[in-house]
């Protein structure tokens, strides 16, 4: 199904104005993506993916667990990433000036050639995040600033990727895994879908949704129901976190199918942070960053 920006954009505002009520989050956080929103929805409308489909994984092979593409062969036009790159860089500049000092020495390793953008949209696909943090060691006051550019930067473009790959799953098909079906990635969040409850993952690196099996850890692939328990606080209706005793990871779920409110998966996922924090403190992890770099 083709990327619909207008039904998106709407979604994505109603979503906005409710994260802008949650005072557990910083303003200054809020504001920035919220603009690092609206720009990537104009970059993904302007976006066209151009796929070989020859380049794709075959479907009994995927059907068995194999990625249909593989990170570093996502077709990624690496100068239209570049530029993307600096608009977002010139939100930062003009709009958040607590971001000011981190954001000159990402412009100054830019300007002297220690830092090529390139090679850092590379490292992202190939998942370094230890090169993200080496960087993030210059600039303390904010450290994940350079993670959080180079993945907003690419975003647009992974998740059109994403989907045009996904165009060749069949759909009388079921995919029985927890990771993505098209790169291999983790899952991000979880959401309930329909009146059944469905069990839609979104992908981590593409930000892919798609369909997966609702009594299963996503990340170890455990479905003995005793190992697998789940949580939820009543501060933050319309989300719980599953948690797998087996491998102590832990995904959030949003289910809004009895409340008036939107999803949108990246949003989800910030809007739900007390529920991170409340995990860890009962000794669970996620293997997977936010949507934000950070």
């Known amino acids: 199904m083709p990327f619909d920006a207008a039904a998106y954009g709407r979604r994505l505002e109603k979503k906005l104005a409710d994260i802008a009520h949650k005072t557990v989050l910083p303003a200054p956080m809020v504001t920035l993506v919220a603009a690092t929103c609206r720009a990537q929805l104009a970059e993904r409308a302007g976006f066209a993916v151009t796929l070989d489909p020859a380049?794709?994984?075959?479907?009994?092979?995927?059907?068995?667990?194999?990625?249909?593409?593989?990170?570093?062969?996502?077709?990624?036009?690496?100068?239209?990433?570049?530029?993307?790159?600096?608009?977002?860089?010139?939100?930062?500049?003009?709009?958040?000036?607590?971001?000011?000092?981190?954001?000159?020495?990402?412009?100054?390793?830019?300007?002297?050639?220690?830092?090529?953008?390139?090679?850092?949209?590379?490292?992202?696909?190939?998942?370094?995040?230890?090169?993200?943090?080496?960087?993030?060691?210059?600039?303390?006051?904010?450290?994940?600033?350079l993670a959080f550019l180079a993945q907003a930067a690419l975003a647009p473009q992974l998740a059109a990727i994403g989907e045009a790959v996904y165009a060749h799953f069949p759909a009388d098909r079921t995919w029985s895994f927890g990771q993505c079906p098209v790169c291999g990635a983790p899952p991000l969040m979880a959401r309930l879908v329909g009146k059944e409850g469905a069990r839609h993952l979104t992908c981590s690196f593409c930000q892919l949704e798609y369909r997966a099996k609702r009594l299963m850890c996503p990340y170890c692939g455990e479905e003995d129901h005793k190992l697998l328990e789940v949580f939820t606080a009543p501060d933050e209706p319309g989300y719980a976190v599953h948690v797998c005793l087996r491998c102590r990871n832990y995904i959030k779920t949003a289910d809004f199918r009895d409340l008036d409110r939107p999803s949108v998966s990246s949003l989800d996922d910030l809007e739900s942070l007390t529920l991170d924090i409340a995990a860890r403190n009962q000794g669970y992890a996620r293997p997977v960053l936010s949507a934000w770099g950070f």
Do not use: K
Not at 68 to 93: C, G, H, K, N, Q
Not at 122 to 144: I, K, L, N, Q, S
């Open 55 to 145: 380049r794709l994984e075959e479907i009994e092979r995927v059907l068995r667990g194999a990625t249909m593409l593989a990170r570093d062969a996502f077709p990624v036009d690496a100068a239209r990433a570049e530029t993307f790159f600096a608009e977002l860089s010139r939100i930062v500049r003009e709009d958040e000036p607590h971001l000011a000092v981190g954001m000159a020495a990402i412009d100054a390793a830019l300007a002297s050639g220690e830092l090529d953008i390139r090679a850092a949209f590379a490292r992202h696909v190939a998942g370094d995040d230890a090169f993200f943090a080496a960087f993030g060691e210059r600039t303390p006051d904010a450290p994940r600033l």
